[in-house]
């Protein structure tokens, strides 16, 4: 356990206390696959596709919401997270719904399972966000099948580069483009990772993947994310 996995671990547990596992019942309620907090569906963006019979592991779960949405489309859907609170909300939607996920604690950027083991690697706000991608992305690449495929959704390179140490995300550059990758907040327990289009492009290569799309998402006046989509060279 790094520095960054130990307070991204306390902050998820307090925030599991605050908030995530109050909101558990209607995210795993949910008919529709949204991305982020603020949508859209997939459905809209068609980057899913079907899932059905498709080994799928989403790493950085949570509360596992996403993990049950896609259960329910007929996926065998394999949850990581470090943070036990999160998954204990996770095991109770669990018992309450019926969809049946398998869970494991642990790092998402050294997983204790087999190579090649699933078809689509997942993560949205997970591992995306709160795992160090020169780590995280080669072992998602290990874990794929020939051919699987890779999505998950982070903050946009702008949003970030507008993004200051403490307030409102605003409309003058904040911070330099080059070298981006760990982020650490004032006023914010939690460590969060980033890289520029250009690293983030030749680290997917580097680790086996091609890159399939890039869909850059606006969801309002402050929120902008943005989701990519690889898939591990044959």
Same mark, same amino acid.
């Given at each position: 356990?790094?520095?960054?996995?130990?307070?991204?671990? #306390?902050?998820?547990?307090?925030?599991?206390?605050?908030?995530?596992?109050?909101?558990?019942?209607?995210?795993?309620?949910?008919? %529709?696959?949204?991305?982020?907090?603020?949508?859209?569906?997939?459905?809209?963006? *068609?980057?899913?596709?079907?899932?059905?019979?498709?080994?799928?592991?989403?790493?950085?779960?949570?509360?596992?919401?996403?993990?049950?949405?896609?259960?329910?489309?007929?996926? @065998?859907?394999?949850?990581?997270?470090?943070?036990?609170?999160?998954?204990?909300?996770? @095991?109770?939607?669990?018992? $309450?719904?019926?969809?049946?996920? /398998?869970?494991?604690?642990?790092?998402?950027?050294?997983?204790?399972?087999?190579? %090649?083991? +699933?078809?689509?690697?997942?993560? $949205?706000?997970?591992?995306?966000?709160?795992?160090?991608?020169?780590?995280?992305?080669?072992?998602?690449?290990?874990?794929? @099948?020939?051919?699987? #495929?890779?999505?998950?959704?982070?903050?946009?390179?702008?949003?970030?580069?507008?993004?200051?140490?403490?307030?409102?995300?605003? #409309?003058?550059? $904040?911070?330099? /483009? +080059?070298?981006?990758?760990?982020?650490?907040?004032?006023?914010?327990?939690?460590?969060?990772?980033?890289?520029?289009?250009?690293?983030?492009? @030749?680290?997917?290569? #580097?680790? *086996? +993947? $091609?890159?399939?799309?890039?869909?850059?998402? /606006?969801?309002?006046?402050?929120?902008?994310? /943005?989701?990519?989509?690889?898939?591990?060279?044959?």
């Amino acid at each position: 356990m790094t520095d960054y996995l130990e307070r991204n671990r #306390e902050a998820w547990t307090k925030a599991n206390a605050e908030y995530t596992d109050s909101r558990a019942r209607e995210a795993w309620a949910s008919e %529709e696959i949204t991305w982020g907090m603020f949508g859209p569906s997939d459905a809209e963006l *068609g980057i899913l596709g079907d899932v059905s019979g498709k080994d799928v592991i989403e790493l950085g779960c949570g509360t596992a919401y996403f993990g049950a949405w896609l259960a329910r489309r007929g996926a @065998r859907v394999t949850g990581v997270d470090i943070t036990p609170a999160q998954l204990g909300t996770a @095991r109770r939607m669990m018992r $309450e719904t019926g969809v049946e996920l /398998q869970l494991i604690e642990a790092n998402a950027e050294d997983v204790p399972l087999p190579d %090649e083991s +699933f078809d689509l690697a997942l993560s $949205e706000y997970g591992a995306s966000i709160w795992c160090d991608p020169y780590k995280w992305i080669p072992e998602a690449a290990r874990l794929l @099948r020939p051919g699987g #495929e890779l999505v998950f959704l982070c903050n946009s390179v702008l949003l970030m580069l507008c993004a200051p140490d403490k307030g409102k995300i605003g #409309e003058r550059l $904040e911070r330099g /483009q +080059f070298g981006m990758h760990r982020f650490e907040w004032p006023d914010d327990d939690g460590i969060e990772f980033h890289l520029a289009h250009g690293d983030m492009i @030749r680290l997917l290569r #580097e680790s *086996g +993947f $091609e890159v399939e799309g890039l869909w850059e998402i /606006q969801a309002g006046p402050s929120a902008e994310d /943005q989701i990519w989509k690889a898939r591990k060279r044959g």
